[in-house]
Each structure stands twice: as structure tokens, then as C-alpha cells.
């Protein structure tokens, strides 16, 4: 089983849409969880962190799931700049420990 | 505020050369590390170091090396260059307290031929 394992996508949805990527991972010492966006031939850059009270920032909404070892990503009225690599991350219990990432699910929203 | 600088941005190289890839930081942060991204494989973790002198293999760590001399930099070295590593680099760094961000450079896209 990987690490990290996402939704495969693409998502390909119109514009005002809401949209939900699910995520899970296979460490249970897991400690911190991210969302990180990447847009075509850029690097990854943090969209949100993900706690477990679950949290919202403007149109996204993360939510995490411990004994279910499950985030999601719930993204609404979808704009055309939306448009980008959604990946999936986690970190060890460990400081100093790396990042594991998610292989990323593509969203495409169209006018 | 520069934060993470990679350097070359795009590099082709011949089987069997070597070279390093540049990576520095100026937020101080002692967690750096080195990722490479392949179509349909993800970020995957070649090498990461916890301070300087201290430095340690991530997931496929072969054909290359890594050193930390100082916070700053952290290069990562392509000994003897193969086709297989034709990837983009991306260098990350971050405070070691395990919520926080970590910061990518702009990446480095590498071809060998």
C-alpha cells in the first residue's frame, strides 16, 4: 500500500462547481497534513494545513479523519484559476522528518 | 526575500557526466531536502538533512550525493548521469518543528541524453 494515495482524477467540472478530493494515508504516527497546490511547471506551494477539528479558508475546507486515516478537500464555487495539481501531503511524528507526498489529482475547471 | 534558490533552471547533460544542483536558503531554516517529480510517480525523496553536517537518504537516494557544510546551502550531485534521472529537482526547505511549511524552490529541470 503507498504511503499516500489520492483520488486518481483528472477532475474536469464547470466553473461554480464544488468539488472533493479524498486522501489517505498509511502511517498511523502521521502528525501534520497538508494540502499543497501545484500549477503546471511550477513548484508545490501550501494551500492549507489540515487539523483535526477540521478547517476552512474562504472556499476550502479540509477535513481529517484519525482512525480513518483520511483527509479530504473539499473545494466550492470552483473558479477557472482553481485550475491546478492538488496533492496530498504528510509528515512523521518526527521533527526533522520528510514530507510525503501524494501523486496529486488534476482539476480542470471550465467556463 | 529570496527563500529557496535552485540553480541551473534547465540543464542537459551526456551519460556519464556530472554536475551539481545549487540549492540555498536565507530563512535559516535547518530542514532541507531534495525531491525529484516524474510524470505519474509524485515528489519522491532523494536526500534530507536535519542541520548542518547532518544529512541523511530519502527514497531513491541512488546515483546521487548530498552535503550540508552550512545552514544555507545544501547542493545536491549527479556522480555519474543516466537517462533514468531526467526529472525535475526541487529543492524544499523548513523549520525542523514537524506543522511547519515547507518552502520549494522553483525546481530544476535536468535532461541527460
Known amino acids: 500500500r503507498k504511503e499516500v494515495e489520492q483520488d486518481p482524477g483528472p477532475f474536469n467540472v464547470p466553473e461554480g462547481a464544488t468539488v472533493a478530493f479524498n486522501c489517505t494515508y498509511s502511517?498511523?504516527?502521521?502528525?501534520?497534513f497538508f494540502w499543497y497546490r501545484q500549477d503546471c511547471r511550477k513548484e508545490p506551494k501550501l494551500l492549507m494545513s489540515?487539523?483535526?477539528s477540521g478547517n476552512e479558508d474562504g472556499r476550502f475546507t479540509a477535513q481529517l479523519n484519525r482512525a480513518s486515516q483520511y483527509i479530504s478537500l473539499l473545494i466550492r464555487d470552483s473558479k477557472l484559476s482553481d485550475s491546478a495539481t492538488y496533492l496530498c501531503?504528510?509528515?512523521?511524528?518526527?521533527?526533522?522528518?520528510?514530507?510525503?507526498f501524494g501523486k496529486g489529482t488534476t482539476l480542470s475547471v471550465s467556463s | 526575500n529570496a527563500g529557496v534558490t535552485q540553480t541551473p533552471k534547465f540543464q542537459v547533460l551526456k551519460t556519464g557526466q556530472s554536475m551539481t544542483l545549487q540549492c540555498a536558503q536565507d530563512?535559516?531554516?535547518?530542514?532541507m531536502s531534495w525531491y525529484r517529480q516524474d510524470p505519474g510517480m509524485g515528489l519522491r525523496l532523494i536526500h534530507y538533512?536535519?542541520?548542518?553536517?547532518?544529512?541523511d537518504q530519502g527514497e531513491v537516494p541512488n546515483g546521487y550525493n548530498v552535503s550540508r557544510s552550512t545552514t544555507e546551502d545544501f547542493p545536491l550531485r549527479l556522480l555519474s548521469a543516466a537517462p533514468s534521472q531526467t526529472s525535475v529537482y526541487f529543492c524544499?526547505?523548513?523549520?525542523?518543528?514537524?506543522?511547519?511549511?515547507?518552502?520549494f524552490g522553483e525546481g530544476s529541470w535536468l535532461t541527460v541524453v
Open positions: 524544499a526547505s523548513s523549520n525542523s518543528g514537524v506543522g511547519n511549511t515547507i518552502y
Open positions: 502511517n498511523s504516527a502521521s502528525q501534520s
Open positions: 489540515v487539523y483535526s
Open positions: 501531503v504528510v509528515r512523521g511524528s518526527q521533527a526533522g522528518t520528510a514530507l510525503i
Open positions: 530563512m535559516n531554516h535547518e530542514y
Open positions: 538533512s536535519v542541520g548542518a553536517g547532518i544529512t
